[in-house]
């Protein structure tokens, strides 16, 4: 009996916390949802979108701004004339331009209209959108066709009036599962949330079949339009500097390329380029892989433009000084099972550090090397900055990690001295060079600098810098990477007179555990001018083909783009 009241307890104990779970899926887990269901029971209405705000320039011209669009669709139940004929007076209208400027061939044209046939042709359905954004102009010329059956509904259009540029800063909106825009990637997608805006709606009581009760039931909320930024980027300098890369890539056979122009005092990023590039307005035409923007995500093994890095670190800890020589410098360097040879084979017995970052020498760091020792070496290459993010305002950054503290051997020691066995990004690299510049301050890399709204705007107020090496050292390091700029293996290219500081770097690219010295990574890293700098430049070539030394393919870029940088910025040469 008592096993039977046992069994029965059971039952009924189960059954009661079968019920309190179904209880807790319908009022908490389903409470939304169940709760729009039975509004949309007494209610009907819409929610109205909220204009995206704009990004602009640093003038407040516009990168990419809002217009009105629309979206053309059919209510299959009203429409009287043929499928066919439809397709055939909209298909000229609604066919996709070239890229290239082309005219439209017949056969685009055709194509256009076998798509909306198959549209058209749409089973178990009332209501199919035929195109998405469609501009005022093409609407117009729709509508005054007045086809039975097609209406028309607004929506925001993304436009970008210097069309790719600046593609991999801007990022680009898309839908997100609920269908509403979203941003993704750079500024699109890091300031998403106040280019969004807040959408409002209208609602109104409606009775048991959905008709609306027309007596004192309207409710209804103003969408709040997105917040406008405005950025640090200068747009001619933009335009000029993605198509220089952009010819750049085309002469020196390169893979891809990246330039970043940033101002070392505060941060401020005036251009950012990297080609291959994409439309963002025409993203869904591109494979994911063009929407990284390598500038912040990609890493690489930074070779010789690194030395100056170590020599910074170098200086400030007291391991060397400007004139002291380097003596083992007269001859290859064994460490552990690996020599360690100079980039062209020649040696420079007695070598000053000076004399070593002119002559980028390898061996010569990596006496640097030894005298810093591993502890500080790790020190100084994360107070740079270097396996952390910058914190740019530009959604996607990534970082490569450093090898660890304490797992560092000789090897590692000698090779990181010279720019091997450590990954960095472009824009790592830009802002550590930057404290360099800015008397070893170093500063977060920024590209929007206000917010703003119709009567109101705020400042985007950056992180003070912080102090990673003296003046005194920065200084030091400066006046090498003059010298090396004059007379180092780039000096055919140094532009007299404009106190140019700049190092080349050639790193071989790692492939399957070894490194291959056809594949390299070209770079040249400098500012101007050296004792004022306004700004400080990256530019790397991957792999090209007609030179793997950086100093005849990114150095030449370099001072390409510097000249017209020189120009803005109102610099002249000595003595002019």
């Not at 729009?36 to 320039?57: H, M």
């Not at 106040?194 to 079949?209: E, F, I, N, T, W």
Request: glycine residues 8%; aromatic residues 10%.
């Amino acid at each position: 009996m008592k096993v039977r009241f046992g069994i029965v307890g059971l039952f009924f104990l189960f059954a009661f916390l079968a019920i309190l779970a179904r209880l807790f899926y319908w009022q908490v887990i389903m409470a939304k949802d169940l709760s729009d269901q039975a509004r949309k029971q007494y209610q009907v209405g819409e929610t109205v979108t909220a204009p995206r705000g704009n990004i602009l320039a640093d003038d407040e011209s516009i990168l990419a701004g809002r217009d009105e669009g629309w979206t053309i669709y059919a209510s299959l139940t009203e429409v009287k004339d043929s499928v066919t004929r439809i397709a055939d007076l909209m298909a000229p209208i609604l066919a996709e331009k070239k890229e290239d400027g082309e005219k439209l061939s017949n056969q685009d044209i055709l194509d256009e209209a076998s798509r909306i046939k198959s549209v058209l042709s749409s089973q178990d359905v009332v209501w199919v959108p035929i195109k998405r954004k469609v501009n005022s102009d093409n609407k117009k010329n729709i509508a005054a066709m007045n086809i039975s059956g097609v209406g028309f509904e607004s929506q925001d259009l993304r436009v970008y009036p210097e069309a790719s540029s600046a593609a991999h800063l801007l990022g680009f909106v898309g839908k997100n599962s609920q269908g509403e825009d979203k941003g993704y990637f750079g500024l699109e997608g890091y300031y998403d949330l106040v280019l969004s805006g807040k959408p409002g709606y209208v609602m109104q009581d409606a009775d048991a079949q959905g008709t609306p009760i027309m007596i004192d039931t309207l409710k209804q909320a103003s969408a709040v339009e997105g917040i406008d930024i405005v950025t640090n980027i200068n747009k001619g300098i933009q335009i000029d500097v993605e198509k220089k890369l952009k010819d750049g890539i085309e002469k020196y056979g390169a893979k891809s390329g990246t330039v970043i122009v940033m101002d070392p005092k505060n941060g401020s990023i005036i251009s950012m380029a990297s080609y291959p590039s994409y439309d963002p307005e025409d993203y869904s035409k591109y494979s994911d892989d063009y929407f990284r923007n390598p500038a912040i995500s990609d890493s690489f093994e930074p070779g010789s433009v690194f030395k100056v890095v170590v020599m910074a670190s170098g200086l400030d800890a007291g391991a060397v000084r400007p004139e002291t020589k380097c003596d083992i410098c007269d001859a290859p360097l064994k460490v552990d099972k690996y020599m360690i040879e100079t980039w062209n084979n020649k040696y420079h017995p007695d070598s000053t550090m000076t004399d070593v970052i002119v002559n980028s020498d390898n061996v010569g760091m990596s006496f640097v090397g030894q005298k810093l020792g591993m502890e500080n070496m790790y020190k100084y290459i994360r107070a740079f900055g270097f396996g952390e993010l910058t914190g740019v305002d530009l959604e996607g950054e990534a970082t490569p990690e450093i090898r660890k503290k304490g797992t560092w051997n000789i090897v590692d020691l000698a090779t990181a001295s010279f720019g091997q066995g450590v990954a960095v990004t472009p824009i790592q690299m830009v802002r550590a060079v930057s404290a360099i510049a800015n008397d070893g301050v170093l500063v977060k890399p920024m590209v929007v600098k206000r917010l703003k709204q119709e009567g109101w705007e705020q400042n985007v107020e950056n992180s003070a810098g912080k102090q990673i090496i003296s003046k005194e050292s920065a200084d030091e390091v400066t006046l090498m990477m003059a010298e090396a700029a004059k007379s180092g293996e780039s000096k055919w290219t140094y532009l007299k007179g404009f106190k140019v500081a700049g190092k080349t770097g050639t790193a071989q690219i790692p492939i399957a555990g070894h490194y291959d010295s056809t594949n390299t990574i070209a770079s040249f890293i400098g500012f101007a001018p050296y004792d004022n700098p306004r700004f400080v430049m990256l530019v790397t070539l991957k792999q090209p083909q007609t030179s793997t030394w950086a100093s005849e393919t990114a150095a030449p870029l370099w001072y390409s783009i510097a000249k017209d940088l020189f120009y803005h910025f109102g610099m002249r040469p000595e003595g002019s």
